[in-house]
């Protein structure tokens, strides 16, 4: 029966983690390719009425739309302005108006000394627009790609700087004056967005301030990383990836928020004042990913204006950044149904990287910590096995004189384990106990963006990526590229295997080869994961490799 639970046992871990591996999401291949007011009652509930003061400049150019990728005609030229902050260096432009690129100047593409800088805007040959927002009327006749006024040539902002603007504004044929104001912050990837309508013809205009996205979604990188749209609906996190959404998925509720995300980054749009509204995402035939946000609609009558009002986040997924944002961002940052044990967990691990500034380190000093917590139910389970060990030759005559009566060898054997007051499942219940916190740790380790190219010690130069030492020119069975020695893999199987041979065995022969093959197993199964996760399953092997000697050595 013990040896049957403890196999049982061993077989669903390695079940799990080979789902992870080989079932878990699939990588998707891509194709190739003046100021602001201060913040008011969005105009859904108080429409505000007012006549704006004419612009001073010769007016928006109207511009024709060709039916595949919008292209600019010659009449009208694009106008592009570069903002510089200490955080990003962005290019916007008058047509839309939208971003065409946004690069953080604190996160590079890779770890090369000649690496790029991190591009969020990703869209194909041109195609696509990554920012959508407008006053949309239905009946409106103004082309989806119209030339705005633009107020500035460049923006450029110290650490000490002020916020500062960015006015666009156009005229549409129906008589509608459209005013989109971006503010800039020197220290914050928050991007303010208002928009303001004004009815300037003589009849109702009816609408909605729409806003919404336009990308090319990226390949996944890792096991549990997500790739796709995301939308805060009713307090609650709705995660649509990148294969779900090729039908058109429509959500109504109370909106927080709408994102696309990738591994370690993500654009978010979020309502000052989020209402009821409509959330429409979908994949489009030419490869983009579509998300759009609808709040209500409300009529406008001539004379009358209105304004709504946004904000952007454009960075790093990291849960610190995201929740001094607000708006119930943080969300963005989810481990599944590990959430509340890893959030703790990830919390321990930035506090220890505040004194050491290692995550190596802090990996390692966290793996203590949780050996720590866990060390009388390890110790436990440790005596547990070691006292079955010492009944291994009494359970074997038990098996031989009654091979061929199962259930009086079971009777035997409860006697027997009540006899010496020793618990079967000692042993197991344990570890059981343990796996929720491994879990936790695997996808604090393996999606965090903390550990995205954090160094830790010689040729570890990437916790977020599998080791490897020397670059090899040909490939590897059962490894991804880059192709090399994983030493840190090796050492964690070479800990494993010592660990097993103290681990009592069962008295089943055949059941103690099962388990002597366990390192060679694991060896295999952790030779792509990333070399944060492998660092804690080498130190959690080693302080337990320490503390079953001292077990053993203590006499009984």
Known sequence: MEKRTILAFVLSFIILIGWAIFFGPKE??????????????????????????????????????????KKLTEAAAEKEVEINTPLYRAIFS???????????KNYYE????????VELVNIRDGKGR??????????????GDTVYHVDEEAIQLGPDSAPKDLVFSSTTPDGLMIKQT???????????????ATNQSERQVR??????LEVMPREKKGYYSFVGLAVLQNDKLEELETDDLSEETVLKGRIGWMAYENDYFMFAIVPEMPSKGVFEGRLLKSGLLKGTYLPPFIDLNPSQGASYRYELYLGPRDLGILKQFGYGLDQAVNFGWTDIIARPLLYVLHFFYKYVHNYGVSIILLTLCVKILFWPLTRKSYKSMKEMQKLQPRMAKIREKHKNDKQKMNQEMMALYKTYKVNPMGGCLPMVIQLPVFFALFRVL?????????????????LSAPDRLFNFPFEIPFMTPPYGIPVLTLLMGASMFIQQKMTPTPGDPAQAKIMMFLPIIFTFMFINFPSGLVLYWLVNNLLSIGQQYSIHKRPA
Do not use: C, M
């Open 130 to 143: 990554f920012l959508l927002a407008d006053f949309k009327a239905p009946s409106s006749t103004q082309p």
């Open 28 to 69: 998707r291949q891509t194709p190739k390719g003046g100021g602001i007011a201060p913040r008011e009652t969005p105009a859904e509930t108080s429409p505000q009425a007012s006549r704006p003061t004419e612009l001073t400049s010769s007016g928006p150019s109207q511009v024709s739309v060709e039916t595949a990728g």
């Open 94 to 104: 008058n047509v839309g108006p939208t971003i065409k690129s946004f690069k953080l």
């Open 446 to 462: 393996g999606s965090s963006i903390e550990l995205r190219h954090a160094p830790f010690i010689l040729w570890i130069n990437d």
């Open 207 to 212: 609408g909605a301030f729409s806003a919404g």
């Open 182 to 196: 971006f503010r800039f912050y020197p220290d914050q990837y928050r991007v303010d967005l208002a928009i303001d």
């Open 110 to 117: 890779t770890t090369a000394a000649d690496s790029p800088l």
